[in-house]
Each structure stands twice: as structure tokens, then as C-alpha cells.
């Protein structure tokens, strides 16, 4: 359980630095609250393309997504050997699918350089760049990945369209026009009924507070 802050004291500075696609992310441990390994889910009848499916932790179902469209990634679908992040925010909370998280680290405000200086950075949910050459991560905005992700399931589901699809996105396709989800490696499968015990999960990152 993650203690609370006292007013006027600085802002949490810890990260989860994940990996997707060969690139490096990162996530306030504010937003990203636990790890888990991969595990069977339940796919959702109709869903719209970012929505894997749902999933049953300990008498709580998540849905799973796939961030891919949003961290601007090569879109697959989800294996074995990927790792889980459990995002939440206020009474929102998410399954998101990473390729592996590697550390979760302390990092200063001031290391933080703003990705608006940086030509490269396009995605408007990476608000700074941090570390140099291959251990450059993108930090990104945590809540506004939320709300995009819920904005593009929910705009799905009714069939209407929203800002995240305004982003440019790299999605490989299936043959014959599948879902990613459909194709070979592809890791569905029932969710478990009962509970799911601390088993398989890894150890809870810093600030998990449900």
C-alpha cells in the first residue's frame, strides 16, 4: 500500500521502464502498479481492436489492451513470454501488454528533457526523453494514455471514431484481414474462474494501492 503524500511535498519520481517493440518506455509508478506474466483471457464478442479481451485477478476483472497503436509500435499479438502491466488511475484499471518491464527507477525532474525540443519525438502522449543512445527512454503521460485508451475502446464499441485514431499507427495485419489477436501465436485461452492467487504474479511494483 503506497503511503500518501503530504501536501506541498514534490511529486513521485519513480518510473517503470518497459520494453515494446526494441524501444524503451516509461510509466509513473503512479500510473503502472503491478507486473504479472501473461496468462489466458477471455477475448470480448465485438470488441473494437485495442481490447484483447478481459481476464479475472483476484475477484477483479481487468481488461486486457494493446498499447501498440498508442506507443506508435509495430502491432502484435500477445505471446507467452510477455509480461502484464496493470495500470490504474483513480477508479480506472487496465491489463496492458509490454514485451518486458526491465527497472523500476528513481528519476529526478531535471533529467527529464522535454520531447517537444526533440525533432524526433512525434507522439503527443511522450512528454520527455531521458537516459542517452540505447538506454534512451520516452517517458510518457500516464493519465492521457488512459483516457486515450478508454476513449478508443469505448468510441469502438459504439462504433464511432475518436482522437487516438487521429495518431499515426503501425498495425500489421493478419493475412486475409485478421485480427493480430487471430494469428498464429497468438495466446487466448478461458480466464480462470476462481480468484487468482498471488501464484503467478510477480512482486508488486512501488505504489500499488489497490
Known amino acids: 500500500m503506497a503511503e500518501p503524500q503530504a501536501a506541498g511535498t514534490a511529486p513521485r519520481s519513480d518510473y517503470c521502464i518497459f520494453l515494446r517493440d526494441g524501444q524503451r518506455f516509461a510509466l509513473s509508478t503512479t ?31 481487468l481488461p486486457l489492451v494493446n498499447l501498440d497503436r498508442f506507443l506508435q509500435v509495430a502491432e502484435r499479438p500477445v505471446a507467452r513470454g510477455d509480461t502484464l502491466l496493470i495500470l490504474s488511475h ?56 488512459l483516457a486515450g485508451v478508454v476513449d478508443q475502446i469505448v468510441a469502438g464499441m459504439r462504433g464511432g471514431k475518436t482522437r487516438a485514431q487521429t495518431m499515426p499507427a503501425l498495425v500489421v495485419e493478419a493475412p486475409g484481414g485478421a485480427r493480430d489477436a487471430d494469428a498464429p501465436g497468438g495466446y487466448e485461452g478461458p480466464a ?8 503467478s504474479a510477480a512482486p508488486e511494483l512501488p505504489g500499488r494501492g489497490r
Open 31 to 61: 500510473i503502472a502498479k503491478e507486473v504479472l506474466e501473461a496468462r489466458p483471457f477471455t477475448p470480448v464478442p465485438y470488441a473494437p481492436h485495442d481490447l484483447l479481451g478481459a481476464f479475472n485477478l483476484r475477484g477483479e476483472v
Open 192 to 199: 480462470a474462474d476462481a480468484d487468482d492467487p498471488a501464484g
Open 90 to 145: 483513480r477508479d480506472l484499471a487496465i491489463a496492458a501488454v509490454v514485451d518486458q518491464v526491465v527497472v523500476i527507477k528513481h528519476v529526478s525532474p531535471w533529467e527529464i528533457r522535454r520531447a517537444k525540443l526533440d525533432p524526433s519525438v512525434q507522439n503527443p502522449l511522450v512528454r520527455g526523453l531521458v537516459g542517452r543512445d540505447e538506454e534512451q527512454t520516452m517517458v510518457l503521460d500516464g493519465e492521457r494514455l
